[in-house]
């Protein structure tokens, strides 16, 4: 029953930046926690950024310093503004949604993000 349609993605120089967008439908939009992963081909997903609806904000250490996660509830989109891009960034980043009275996840399909060296 839930959404996520997701847009931003794209090819980027070293050093660029790039921010994605993530608009949700069909559920309450302050009922989850919002977060980003990544998935490079050969490699598991990876847990970028989390921002939960008590207003928490988490980042992998891969990430501190050079990506920001963003939520507008009004909007129901969350954003992930990444900078200083580095080609070991590039993969497929998902939107992910965490029901916090269901525990229900939910998946965007990805966009891909590619950082040409």
């Known amino acids: 029953q839930v959404q996520l349609v997701e847009s931003g993605g794209g090819l980027v120089q070293a050093g660029g930046s790039l921010r994605l967008s993530c608009a949700q439908s069909?559920?309450?939009?302050?009922?989850?926690?919002m977060g980003w992963y990544r998935q490079a081909p050969g490699k598991q997903r990876e847990w970028v950024a989390r921002?939960?609806?008590?207003?928490?904000?988490t980042y992998a250490d891969s990430v501190t310093g050079r990506f920001a996660i963003s939520r507008d509830n009004a909007k129901k989109t969350v954003y992930l503004q990444m900078n200083s891009l580095k080609p070991e960034d590039t993969a497929v980043y998902l939107c992910?949604?965490?029901?916090?009275?269901?525990?229900?996840?939910?998946w965007g399909r990805g966009t891909q993000v590619t950082v040409s060296s």
């Open positions: 992910n949604a965490h029901n916090i009275l269901t525990n229900i996840d939910s």
């Open positions: 069909g559920s309450i939009f302050g009922l989850n926690d």
């Open positions: 921002f939960t609806s008590g207003g928490k904000i």
